[in-house]
């Protein structure tokens, strides 16, 4: 499983960016997808998460109605809409896979995930 990450880049405070994440390797019959995102001298931290089925979208206090966690179900890309960003959402954002479908709280939980994108960085900044 390749995970491909795309989108990130240098925003005003209050801008909007989304952020792209590609799975491709395998044929999925379901699968739990998620966003997590490192800060400069912090540890990772999950974002948002969302399952290829449908249903449930957990996210983060710290992001809740500024970020959109989405999929395209066909083409296995999930996107993360951020709007309203501020300087404390610059981080490195990775997406993470796991296959099958979770329970909500494990989806938080770096453990949970076996494949991982490369990150990509995301700086909002005036």
């Known amino acids: 499983v390749q995970l491909q990450a795309s989108g990130g880049g240098l925003v005003q405070p209050g801008g909007s960016l989304r952020l792209s994440c590609a799975a491709s390797g395998r044929t999925f019959s379901d699968y739990t997808m998620g966003w997590f995102r490192q800060a400069p001298g912090k540890e990772r931290e999950f974002v948002a998460a969302?399952?290829?089925?449908?249903?449930?979208?957990p996210y983060a206090n710290s992001v809740k109605g500024r970020f959109t966690i989405s999929r395209d179900y066909v083409k296995n890309i999930v996107y993360l809409q951020m709007n309203s960003l501020k300087p404390e959402d610059t981080a490195v954002y990775y997406c993470?896979?796991?296959?099958?479908?979770?329970?909500?709280?494990?989806?938080?939980?770096?453990?949970?995930?076996?494949?991982w994108g490369q990150g990509t960085l995301v700086t909002v900044s005036s």
């Open positions: 993470a896979l796991r296959i099958g479908r979770i329970i909500t709280s494990q989806t938080m939980r770096i453990s949970t995930y076996d494949y």
């Open positions: 969302i399952y290829r089925s449908g249903g449930s979208t």
